[in-house]
């Protein structure tokens, strides 16, 4: 029988319980540069397609090659799972792209559930392979691919990375774009959306710069604007995640879709992310009443510590209160901030610990509604912070299984003191939260007139607190803490104070 399929496999982004569905980008882009080869390339995502054992079975006779897109962390579980499967099922090679293979392409080609990998930009080196197979021609010249030769692990160099908006546009019939639709704190129906890709920046502790050499690229504002309006033709949505790496790299790019969106009305409720002294440097008031008019609720800063050291070291170019800086201008125009935070870095963990629950309680100080996610520093091969962490203690994983529990939710790192892993879950289940005084207003109906009582105890008690930068004899935290266990316990709820939005691992 001719082998004319290629199944293309997105493992579960998330772990167990998280319900957000997330757009199979990889395997959009992939699709889009091999869909005129003359194969029937099978789109599989494990978040709507749980059981791709079936569709394995399905194209088994026909199926050329089966292809798995990962990161590390959470997502390998489903990789090795799919992979497995496709082994026991058709016999057919695994190719794996993604992040991981990239960052560890030898330790990734020695499981013997992997074939072969692509590193990094995958579009063309994907699209080699396939043609290389179906006309059973040589793939050892092929930029990127690795692969086992006479029990030897060969990885080829990559080839330049290439704008990724030059490729065939993403075609979004390929999925059911209903689901991946969600609810979040600002909008009813909302999607995760890519309109930029990459970074100038090159943090200590991100693998970003691996990959996009410190160069950042944009759609057009044309085709943004087109498939804002297919999302709510086809989704009826009314918000929108720009789920960009550093979406204000170019002002001008920004102030014309921003413009562009008022111009037409979309009334869509967005949130993005940026780096802080980039924001403060290029973009003035009167922009950020524009990108705020167009519908901008909410902006994620990649703030990472409140210890001005901790910041040097990682080569943030950021100083701490530019963060402060930028969340009183957002307040100033409607437009609520977030910051991403790691702490303990292998320095002066308790130092940097301290100094940035500080700076979150400054931050929400200024904007009660206010938000963060707060993790504790974990260590990335391909970072200049992983060989820091190596010479400071940390052990990495050895095999893809251990790789998948890699995840800041699990990692705990030699140098941290375990009293902080619970200080940091008191903080923001607790004290964070409550310093909203609407907090109340979010919560489920049976449970708001308990939330509201709370406001009414603690609200003052909390301010003075971060005022103060007094967490002390945190007798009021542990007492409703502990209540709240109980009665989950009891009850079978889940219920909690601080916003799914934020948090401590989760």
């Given amino acids: 029988m001719i082998k004319d399929t290629v199944i293309l496999f997105n493992p579960m982004p998330w772990e167990k319980g998280n319900k957000k569905a997330r757009v199979p980008y990889s395997l959009l882009f992939l699709e889009r540069n091999i869909r005129d080869l003359g194969l029937n390339i099978v789109l599989v995502d494990e978040f709507v397609d749980r059981d791709f054992e079936a569709i394995l079975q399905k194209y088994q006779d026909r199926l050329l090659i089966a292809g798995v897109s990962t990161m590390t962390g959470s997502q390998l579980v489903g990789a090795i799972s799919f992979s497995k499967a496709a082994k026991q099922i058709s016999g057919?090679?695994?190719?794996?792209?993604?992040?991981?293979?990239?960052?560890?392409?030898?330790?990734?080609l020695e499981s013997n559930l992997v074939d072969?990998?692509?590193?990094?930009?995958?579009?063309?080196?994907?699209?080699?392979?396939?043609e290389a197979l179906k006309?059973?021609?040589?793939i050892n010249t092929i930029p990127g691919l690795g692969y086992k030769k006479n029990g030897?692990?060969?990885?080829?160099?990559?080839?330049?990375?290439q704008d990724p908006f030059t490729f065939p546009r993403i075609d979004y019939t390929k999925i059911d774009i209903n689901k991946y639709i969600y609810k979040n704190i600002f909008a009813e129906r909302s999607i995760r959306y890519i309109t930029t890709q990459g970074c100038p920046y090159k943090c200590g502790f991100c693998s970003l710069a691996?990959?996009?050499?410190?160069?950042?690229?944009?759609?057009?504002?044309?085709?943004?604007?087109?498939?804002?309006?297919?999302?709510?033709?086809?989704?009826?949505i009314d918000g929108m995640k720009f789920d960009d790496d550093n979406f204000f790299v170019n002002r001008n790019f920004v102030i014309e879709l921003c413009t562009e969106m008022i111009k037409?009305?979309?009334?869509?409720?967005?949130?993005?992310?940026?780096?802080?002294?980039?924001?403060?440097?290029?973009?003035?008031?009167?922009?950020?009443?524009?990108i705020s008019k167009s519908g901008a609720k909410m902006i994620s800063i990649g703030a990472e510590s409140g210890d001005q050291v901790v910041l040097d070291l990682i080569a943030k170019n950021n100083k701490?209160?530019?963060?402060?800086?930028?969340?009183?201008?957002?307040?100033?125009?409607?437009?609520?901030?977030?910051?991403?935070?790691?702490?303990?870095?292998?320095?002066?963990?308790?130092?940097?610990?301290?100094?940035?629950?500080h700076l979150l309680m400054d931050a929400k100080l200024i904007d009660p509604k206010f938000r963060t996610l707060l993790s504790f520093f974990t260590p990335y091969p391909g970072t200049d912070l992983y060989e820091f962490a190596l010479k400071s203690g940390y052990v990495p994983p050895q095999s893809l299984i251990e790789w998948s529990e890699h995840t800041y939710k699990r990692v705990r790192m030699p140098w941290v003191d375990k009293r902080l892993y619970y200080e940091s879950w008191r903080f923001v289940e607790f004290y964070l939260p409550l310093a909203d005084p609407e907090l109340y207003k979010k919560a489920r109906w049976f449970f708001r007139p308990i939330v509201f009582l709370l406001r009414v105890l603690f609200y003052d008690l909390i301010r003075w607190r971060f005022k103060n930068k007094n967490l002390k004899y945190p007798i009021e935290a542990n007492v409703v803490l502990y209540s709240l266990r109980i009665i989950n316990k009891v009850f079978g709820l889940n219920l909690k104070l601080r916003n799914s939005i934020e948090g401590f691992l989760d």
């Fill in 92 to 108: 057919v090679p695994v190719v794996w792209g993604g992040w991981h293979p990239t960052i560890l392409p030898e330790q990734t």
């Fill in 116 to 130: 072969l990998i692509v590193i990094g930009q995958g579009e063309v080196p994907f699209r080699e392979l396939l």
């Fill in 135 to 138: 006309n059973q021609t040589e």
């Fill in 152 to 161: 030897e692990i060969i990885v080829n160099p990559r080839a330049k990375y």
């Fill in 210 to 236: 691996l990959v996009y050499e410190r160069k950042w690229y944009h759609k057009t504002v044309k085709e943004i604007i087109e498939e804002l309006e297919y999302f709510i033709k086809v989704g009826n």
């Fill in 264 to 290: 037409r009305n979309l009334n869509l409720k967005w949130f993005t992310q940026g780096h802080a002294s980039h924001l403060l440097k290029h973009f003035s008031e009167e922009d950020m009443a524009i």
């Fill in 320 to 357: 701490v209160e530019d963060n402060i800086a930028c969340s009183r201008l957002f307040h100033k125009f409607g437009i609520n901030t977030f910051y991403t935070v790691m702490v303990c870095f292998p320095i002066n963990p308790e130092r940097d610990y301290y100094a940035t629950l």
